[in-house]
């Protein structure tokens, strides 16, 4: 904790002095122009807008908060796992600097979002239903880039470039620290940038300890970056991630370390014809659960789980390619690799965990091969239209496994199915098909109307397809759902295919003062990969088998924001809203899905009165009673927060004060998943097992400085 302190301590000491250095020259990154078509339903989130939230959450994802159509499933306190109009985690791509990052692990505890910090972000796009297949492929609910800064460059001469920053949130008793520096000229630029955030047990609104809510984790990355006057962009990043542990309150297991190292290289040619986009990503994880000590670590509870796995991919595309007559056209190729080893090392002492290793799944392959294209024209001045084809080859794999022990019992039904398993033919191919067709009309400047119809396709992940134990313990070790049961994979799952329908209408007031944005959305998923019924477990649980069925989810958005005036020396207002709504079922069963938010709603007040920016939200959330049965999803009440912000700028020195949940509301969330956490820390056994509560009220402080 000391060096906890140190740390934050002395970026803190140093923003004195860093705010009476030398400014450096503004530094425009290099932005390509592009031809793309922004969706209606796409939100936005640009550096200023996520450095207002980093101090509440070092979550990457909570910059999303409040975007129309997404809601954040817990998880761990930098994991929380996206849902996009009711589709959620792999269902959703999620891509850091353009690549992407496979969870390698069995509770999807290292998600691709867990790799950056908010401290390390520049910009948060979301994508929903409507994605380009340009923006990739294995996907059926849309795409969230995650981006961190471009290269800078100087216009003329050398200079140096950055920004620290500390923040504080009480309800965690929470510490982060983000450093941005670098130094560059008109061809070359070296960037570093690095954050870290620390967070012990939250507390709910009775004042409670939330138990496996701690974390600590450290992100860093080296961006070197050299362009030429032809327009020439080339760009190398390489970062590394370290998470040393991290609770997981709807877990049986927790995060005892997670280490990742990765490398990109990116390069970008703008010809007079169009542009070129290459890149190649690597990354690798080493990834261990235990338990922590509020489930038992430390005091004689030991379960080691290890992952080891590598991502290696590589894009080549050509956009922006006008072609008189027709249009705009973009073509690309991509490979991605993926390798899994998920192993759980012998315990010593244990009768049950011993005497060989547990091989959950050996040498896992998982391969993507994609072609696309995409046609964007103008057939008249009011409309545009895009259609774009993508077509993937992916091939999965595994070896053979085997049981804590080879002894035939009726205590150890693993060592059956290993051989069951090891029987098998482990090799699937799928060949899978996207479409997107969309149209934009614009009859005035005040109005615009988008329409558009996809089929988006995903091939099941390694867990899904090669976990094979059937004992109650091994089988609970796999459950991404937060639910606490236990999950048994199928190798002869299909890809889920997903037929959408989606339309959208921006209406815009006089002056553009005000707008106001509708959405409806239409989605068929046949093979969606949910799960059947396999018996009961003690205390109340239950072992679930993925399996394939027939799903539908349909919903509204609605959001809009006014400029109310300006009051004198009260400053400007401005009033802004947003509403969702969706519904989601299994059409073979009749059951509700799992995770479905219920109604939401955020009407938030904005002042700016000099230096200052202030805002007051309330954030309503309807009461979920339709729930999943087959998981035993629990059931949580309405709730109204209140979240009080403000910010200011004082030269180069930002100061931004928070309240979340501002009077201190005792809640659940609707995604929340169940306290096991809390369950175990109390005992287990046969009490109940209640719903995820929420964080109480958080006072959050931050500083940051540009130099």
Partial sequence: ??????????????????????????????????????????????????AARRNASPNALGALNG???????????????????????????????????????????NPTSSYIQAGRLARVTLMPTLAPVSAGGDNI???????????????????????????????????GANLSAGVANEQLSLGYDAAYAYAENYRRGDGAQVRSTQFESYDQALTLGARS?????????????????????????????????????????????????????????????????DKGGGSGANMPMISEGQDLSALFSVRNLTIEGLGVVAAGAEVFQTRLDDYWPPVAGSMMMGPNTYININDGERDRYAVWGEWTARPAPQ???SAGFRYEHVETNAGDVQAYSPMLSMMNPDANAASAF???????????????????????????????????????????????????????????????????????????????????????????????????????????????????????FVQLRFANHDAALYGFEMSGRSELGDAGNLGQFALAGAIAYTHGENQDTGDALYHIAP?????????????????????????KDRINDLRHEPQTGAYTLAHLRTNAQFGSMRLDLGVDNLFDADYASPLGGVSFGDYRHAGGGAQPIYPLPGPGRSFNIGLSVEF
């Fill in 599 to 623: 109604i939401t709603g955020r009407v938030t007040l904005e002042q700016r009165v000099g230096r200052w920016s202030n805002s007051l939200e309330l954030e309503f959330v309807g009461e």
């Fill in 422 to 540: 090891n029987a098998l033919e482990h090799a699937r191919q799928d060949d899978n098909i996207d479409v997107n067709l969309t149209a934009q009309w614009r009859p005035n400047e005040d109005a615009v109307y988008e329409f558009g119809i996809t089929r988006k396709t995903r091939s099941p992940n390694l867990y899904e397809r090669y976990t094979w134990g059937v004992g109650d313990m091994s089988s609970s070790m796999t459950s991404f759902a937060g639910d606490a049961n236990a999950y048994v994979g199928d190798i002869g799952l299909d890809p889920e295919v997903a037929h959408s329908i989606a339309a959208s209408a921006e209406f815009t007031g006089a002056n553009r003062r005000s707008s106001l944005l509708v959405s409806i959305y239409h989605t068929w998923v046949t093979d969606y990969i949910d799960a059947d019924f396999v018996r009961g477990l003690p205390n109340g």
């Fill in 67 to 109: 975007a129309p159509g997404y809601a954040s499933q817990s998880n761990g306190g930098i994991s929380s796992l996206p849902v996009v109009r009711g589709l959620a985690d792999d269902r959703i791509l999620t891509t850091i600097d353009g690549a992407v990052a496979t969870a390698f692990c069995p509770n999807h505890m």
């Fill in 141 to 175: 609910g849309g795409v969230i880039a995650l981006d961190s800064a471009p290269p800078a460059f100087t216009t003329s001469g050398v200079d140096r470039f950055g920004r620290a920053g500390v923040n504080y949130r009480s309800v965690a008793q929470g510490w």
């Fill in 229 to 293: 006057a032809q327009g020439d962009l080339l760009t190398l990043r390489v970062g590394r991630a370290f998470v040393p542990y991290e609770g997981f309150p709807t877990q049986r297991m927790d995060m005892t370390q997670n280490t990742s190292v990765f490398a990109g290289l990116a390069y970008e040619r703008e010809l007079s014809w169009g542009e070129i986009r290459a890149a190649l990503n690597w990354r690798d994880v080493d990834h261990e659960m235990n338990f922590l000590r």
């Fill in 1 to 50: 904790m000391n060096l906890r302190l140190l740390l934050s301590a002395s970026v803190l000491c140093a923003l004195p002095s860093l705010a009476s250095a030398q400014q450096a020259r503004e530094l425009p990154p290099i932005v390509a122009e592009s031809d793309e078509v922004q969706l209606l339903g796409q939100t936005d989130i640009d550096e200023a807008a996520i």
């Fill in 383 to 385: 409309w545009t239209t």
